[in-house]
């Protein structure tokens, strides 16, 4: 008999109790703005920045409105003005090269490996054009970080992870986001914790997190900031720099401090779930897993395979019977932009010359959240489904008959 899943793909979690009463405090009080303290309160949004840069051990952090916001400021704060280019992915999500434009510069794509991560070589080439790189770690995986900034320091490119995906993640022991000048995260529903809407932003750079803050609508407050730079360090800065508003409220810090709390909890759930569909999936024929390196701690909030070289319609094919059995699989290589997934070409307010070694890979890769509702058995049913699919859908290709 074939079993089918019956699982919801898009239903998180509960926010946790402690997040649920630290709301109530937040509305009951009826202080929701982060300016709005009373006497030696300290605001939500101020403890949830010091509590995020003590965990990432950055000097700096700053809660914002978005995780695209945050990499608009990040660019803003690093001197990203009017046509400037700006090298980023060409696997990534829309914020991203949406951020880019945003402040009026260009992106210049950059290509994408079979292991899912921005291709170094590609890179190196493109560096002369750009004196800053967005660097998507996209679904969560992480390039070779000492290779990268190796390139992007000789090249004097200034690097701004987008780690809307890797929260909690770290390369060789370094958390992502702590490579480059600065490190955006997304706090939006579906990343690693959430508040609906929100993002983090985290620098060691006095000046850039000093610019930072006054973008984000600090007024002359920025003195109640804990994870911020001295009040020396804004000088000048404060009437240099526009407010440009996204800040963050204390409702939405209070439902995160705790999440940011269970991170580590989670992640190793998330990566339970991951070992499980990998380990399901690892001996199916047509059907590659991406390389994940040992210097690689990823959070795996998301699931990708690749279906590399096979004809679109066989690929149409296996989407259209996994969801028949209850698995929603997204797919980089349709023709047309489909819910969240697009890609460097679908963007033409960028226009880029083709890419016909990402095309391969982009054709082929084939992404699936992995929500923590899920348990490991559904994550076990589910790699059963996959690769009864993709293994039927293949042999019909050998067979002539695909
Ligand atoms: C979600 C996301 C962001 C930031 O998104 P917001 O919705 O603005 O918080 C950035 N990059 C990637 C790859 C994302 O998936």
């Not at 395979?305 to 797919?331: I, Q």
């Amino acid at each position: 008999m074939t079993q089918n899943f019956t699982g919801n793909f898009t239903q998180q979690e509960p926010i946790p109790q402690a997040g649920i009463d630290a709301a109530l405090a937040v509305m009951q009080h009826g202080r929701l703005h982060r300016y709005n303290t009373s006497g030696t309160e300290i605001a939500e949004a101020a403890l949830l920045e010091e509590e995020f840069a003590a965990q990432t051990g950055a000097k700096y952090c700053l809660a914002v409105a978005s995780g695209g916001y945050a990499m608009t400021t990040a660019l803003r704060a690093s001197g990203v003005t009017h046509g400037d280019h700006v090298l980023t992915n060409a696997f990534t999500l829309a914020p991203v090269p949406g951020a880019i434009a945003a402040v009026g510069g260009v992106p210049v794509y950059v290509g994408v490996t079979e292991d899912l991560v921005i291709d170094l070589d590609d890179l190196a080439t493109k560096l002369p054009q750009a004196r800053v790189l967005l660097l998507s770690h996209m679904r969560g995986h992480i390039c070779d970080m000492e290779r990268l900034m190796a390139l992007c320091d000789a090249a004097n490119v200034t690097v701004i992870e987008d780690c809307a995906h890797t929260m909690g993640a770290a390369w060789n022991g370094i958390p992502s986001g702590r490579w480059g000048k600065f490190g955006c995260y997304s706090t939006q529903t579906y990343k690693h914790i959430n508040s609906g809407e929100g993002g983090l932003l985290i620098s060691d750079d006095t000046e850039g997190m000093a610019r930072a803050i006054m973008l984000s609508g600090s007024y002359m407050l920025f003195g109640t900031h804990r994870a911020a730079p001295p009040p020396e360090a804004f000088v000048q800065i404060k009437y240099e720099t526009p407010n440009i508003s996204g800040r963050m409220d204390n409702l939405r810090a209070a439902v995160l401090r705790p999440q940011l709390r269970d991170l580590p909890t989670q992640a190793a759930r998330w990566n339970e779930r991951y070992a499980v569909l990998a380990e399901g999936l690892a001996a199916t024929t047509g059907l590659r897993l991406p390389h994940r390196p040992e210097k690689e701690a990823f959070v795996a909030s998301s699931f990708q395979f690749l279906l590399l070289d096979w004809p679109k319609p066989a690929v149409a094919d296996v989407l259209a019977r996994c969801k028949a059995r209850g698995v929603e699989l997204k797919w980089f290589g349709g023709a047309e932009p489909v819910g969240f997934t697009s890609r460097y070409d679908s963007w033409r307010y960028a226009p880029s010359a083709p890419m016909p070694a990402s095309d391969r890979v982009l054709a082929g890769i084939i992404d699936m959240r992995l929500p923590l509702t899920f348990s490991v058995d559904d994550c076990a049913l589910i790699a059963r489904i996959i690769k009864e699919v993709v293994e039927t859908v293949y042999q019909g290709l050998d067979s002539g008959a695909g």
